[in-house]
């Protein structure tokens, strides 16, 4: 970068093999929430955008508690790193149990190896299909204004007077003024 090459982001690895590392990191013995953020915010100083670009978290034993605790632990982790505005990106590594290279943990996986969901892929679909949606309604003020803060991404808004309805599309952009219009 001192040179003038051409940077477009910085990723980051997070990977947890075995069931000592993922319970200390559930006890916050290991790699503490302060310590991810500190991280996090070292590296937004480059001002470049930041991909969590290869998760690894273990189901140890492949028991129904080995699979909690790996729902658990990607739940809060996915929270810490969602909530960090240089975070634009978080990938999971192995999609299902089996698909780790050599020498890695093969439970890994958001799904088991006969492609049912585990309880970390439920998880994980409750956060972004519940949690980090926008759901509002309300009433224009006298200006015919209706204010709402909301998650990046496409929206259908919907306005009604009477028996006049209109509908439009629109996107919340990250770092745009994002207003739009509707007229019935």
């Given at each position: 970068?001192?040179?003038?090459?051409?940077v477009?982001?910085?990723?980051?690895?997070?990977?947890?093999?075995?069931?000592?590392?993922?319970?200390?990191?559930?006890?916050?013995?290991?790699?503490?929430?302060?310590?991810?953020?500190?991280?996090?915010?070292?590296l937004a100083?480059f001002?470049?955008?930041?991909?969590?670009?290869?998760?690894?978290?273990?189901?140890?034993?492949?028991?129904?508690?080995?699979?909690?605790?790996?729902?658990?632990?990607?739940?809060?982790?996915?929270?810490?790193?969602?909530?960090?505005?240089?975070?634009?990106?978080?990938?999971?590594?192995?999609?299902?149990?089996?698909?780790?290279?050599?020498?890695?943990?093969?439970?890994?996986?958001?799904?088991?190896?006969d492609?049912?969901?585990?309880?970390?892929?439920?998880?994980?679909?409750?956060?972004?299909?519940?949690?980090?949606?926008?759901?509002?309604?309300?009433?224009?003020?006298?200006?015919g204004m209706?204010?709402?803060?909301?998650f990046?991404?496409?929206?259908?808004?919907?306005?009604?007077?009477?028996?006049?309805?209109?509908?439009?599309?629109?996107?919340?952009?990250?770092g745009?003024?994002?207003?739009?219009?509707?007229?019935?």
């Amino acid at each position: 970068m001192d040179d003038g090459a051409r940077v477009g982001g910085l990723g980051l690895q997070f990977h947890i093999w075995n069931e000592e590392e993922l319970r200390s990191l559930m006890h916050q013995e290991y790699k503490s929430p302060s310590a991810i953020l500190s991280a996090l915010d070292q590296l937004a100083e480059f001002h470049l955008p930041i991909h969590v670009s290869e998760i690894t978290l273990t189901s140890p034993g492949g028991t129904d508690e080995g699979e909690a605790l790996q729902a658990q632990a990607a739940r809060s982790l996915y929270r810490l790193w969602f909530s960090h505005p240089a975070v634009e990106s978080i990938s999971w590594w192995n999609v299902a149990d089996g698909g780790a290279a050599p020498g890695e943990d093969s439970r890994s996986g958001l799904l088991t190896s006969d492609l049912q969901p585990k309880a970390s892929y439920h998880a994980l679909q409750d956060l972004l299909r519940k949690e980090w949606r926008t759901h509002a309604g309300g009433v224009t003020d006298a200006a015919g204004m209706f204010r709402l803060r909301g998650f990046h991404g496409s929206y259908r808004v919907t306005a009604k007077r009477g028996s006049e309805e209109a509908s439009t599309n629109h996107s919340i952009i990250s770092g745009a003024t994002n207003t739009f219009s509707i007229r019935l």
